[in-house]
C-alpha cells in the first residue's frame, strides 16, 4: 500500500475545483425568548408597559418647540412647565406676553396637532422675570415699592 501525500491531494483539489466537503444550507430556527431583539422593539414595548407615551410626547413639545411654533415666536418665548394639561410659556417682554394671550386659541391648537400626546389644555403666558423689590440693601420698612427705595 503506498502512502499518500496530503499536500499534492490538497493542490489537485484547488487545481480541479472539486472540495470534499459540502456545505449544508443555514437552517432558520424560530426565535427563542432569550435571542437578542431589535432594540427598537424593546423601548416599544417599554413605553407601552410603563404607560410613558404621554410624557414622551411632552418631553418632544419641550425639545421641538422651535418646529412647533416657528423660530420668531420661540426666540421670544419658552416653554416653563407643563403641569395638569396647564402649559407656562415664559416670554422676554411683557409686549410679548400680551401678543402671545392674544394668539393664545391658535398655539394652542398648533401644539395639539404638532404633539399629539402631549396633555396641554390651557396655556398660561408670563413675563419675564423682574427684580423683587421685597429684599436687599436698599429695602425700607413701609415701602410702596420701587418708587420709595432710592429716597
Known amino acids: 500500500m503506498a502512502k ?3 499536500a499534492i491531494d490538497l493542490f489537485k483539489s484547488f487545481q480541479t475545483g472539486k472540495r470534499t466537503k459540502k456545505k449544508s444550507a443555514p437552517v432558520d430556527l424560530p ?18 408597559e410603563r404607560e410613558w407615551k404621554s410624557g414622551i410626547a411632552e418631553g418632544t413639545l419641550f425639545s421641538s418647540w422651535v418646529d412647533i411654533v416657528g ?8 416653554p416653563i412647565s407643563l403641569l ?7 416670554t422676554s417682554s411683557t409686549a410679548w406676553a400680551t401678543q ?7 398655539i394652542l391648537s398648533t401644539i395639539q396637532s404638532s ?20 429684599r436687599g440693601i436698599r429695602t425700607i420698612r413701609g415701602a410702596k415699592g420701587p418708587r420709595d427705595t432710592y429716597g
Open 84 to 90: 395638569e394639561g396647564v402649559l407656562v410659556i415664559q
Open 31 to 48: 426565535p427563542q425568548p432569550k435571542d437578542p431583539q431589535p432594540l427598537s422593539d424593546l423601548l416599544t414595548n417599554l413605553i407601552q
Open 115 to 134: 404633539a399629539p400626546g402631549a396633555l396641554v389644555d390651557s396655556i398660561k403666558t408670563i413675563g419675564p422675570h423682574t427684580p423683587s423689590w421685597k
Open 71 to 78: 423660530p420668531e415666536i420661540a426666540q421670544h418665548a419658552t
Open 100 to 106: 402671545l394671550r392674544i394668539v393664545e386659541p391658535e
Open 4 to 6: 499518500r501525500d496530503l
